[in-house]
């Protein structure tokens, strides 16, 4: 079965830090781009970065200089670094990929726009 696992998020209070996994079954992430999108209460799915196969990365403006996306060594995992957080960064966080396209917002629901999805983890940072 062709999945992807989430791990890590929680809480932490502003400043602090946090790392997400994303972990493949039945392939890895040199054969894919992929993306974190993140979902606050009463907002859009929206892009926080997109990862492709060949290591091209973008951020989102808010979350550049904070939060670094990288691949571990067994290619079958992503990582999403990320650093100072804000009370603004309270979402749910999603992996996705084989995505038809890889959009700024993902509209009102972010798991379906096609391809493959984490089943999302939330972060929650305190002021």
């Known amino acids: 079965e062709v999945r992807l696992e989430q791990s890590g998020g929680g809480s932490v209070q502003a400043g602090g830090s946090l790392r997400l996994s994303c972990t493949a079954s039945r392939f890895t992430f040199d054969d894919t781009d992929m993306a974190w999108y993140r979902q606050a209460p009463g907002s859009e799915c929206e892009l926080v970065s997109r990862?492709?196969?060949?290591?091209?990365?973008i951020y989102t403006d808010s979350v550049k200089d904070r939060f670094t996306v990288s691949r571990g060594h067994a290619k079958n995992t992503v990582y999403l670094q990320m650093n100072n957080l804000k009370p603004e960064d309270t979402a749910v966080y999603y992996c996705a990929a084989y995505l038809p396209e890889i959009l700024p917002s993902m509209g009102r629901v972010c798991d379906q726009s096609g391809g493959y999805w984490g089943q999302g983890t939330q972060v929650t940072v305190s002021s």
């Open positions: 990862f492709d196969s060949d290591g091209y990365t």
